[in-house]
């Protein structure tokens, strides 16, 4: 969950559970307690993020994102194999995917339509369809998600096109954002910490936490 607060602070509840009698103190050795914009706060199982007017002033507006999603879908991206025109849904997240949903290989970054093929084999002999899939483009084997469009703008840092997706989750945002959130360690729990989308705070997941993407345009 996700709170605006009229300071330029977002807050991200995350699950965290803390002992009533338990009381974690970390000494943090030669840093500052100015806040700077980018800068992370954490609360006990509530991570605040702070964000500055001038730092805000260079991520995308809503309207700047719902701009950046009509032009993706105006250059007619298309399935590579099934040759249907693609299209990212309304900013508004619908609970199941549509026809035209972009799906990706999260192990190569090939984008594709919805396809029921490409399961591994001894998932298909044990009757029991798993997200393990075999790209048709590049035989890359990884996990196969639906993209969404990642809408909160505040936790974008540049204002360039959506280019790459999380993993595990799918969500899309500009090169430069993946890369700043790839490299955030957020608690998680009383003793870890780890990277997770900004987006819908997964943990993520390959090599980079990130891949990405790769289009087919129209081919008439």
Known sequence: MYIYISLSIYIHFSPRIYPCRALCVRQVEA???ELVDGSLIDLCG????WRTADGLSRTPTLKHL??????????????????NTLAFPSMRRKDTPDEKQPWVYLQCGHVHGF????????EREEGREGRQRECPMCRAKG????LWLGCEAG????????THAFGPCGHVCSEKTAG??????LPHGTHTFHAACPFCAQQ?????????????????
Do not use: K
Not at 143 to 146: E, G, I
């Open 180 to 185: 700043f959130w790839s490299q955030i360690p």
């Open 46 to 49: 509530a991570t605040l993020l």
């Open 155 to 162: 936790f974008y840092v540049d204002a360039a096109p959506p």
């Open 66 to 83: 719902e701009a950046l999603r009509q032009e993706i879908n105006a250059a007619r991206p298309q399935c590579p194999v099934g040759f």
């Open 204 to 220: 993520l997941s390959g090599e980079q936490g990130f891949v990405r993407l790769i289009f087919q345009g129209p081919l008439d």
């Open 143 to 146: 996990p196969y998600v639906p």
């Open 115 to 122: 396809h029921n093929w490409g399961h591994r084999r001894e």
């Open 31 to 33: 840093e500052s307690q």
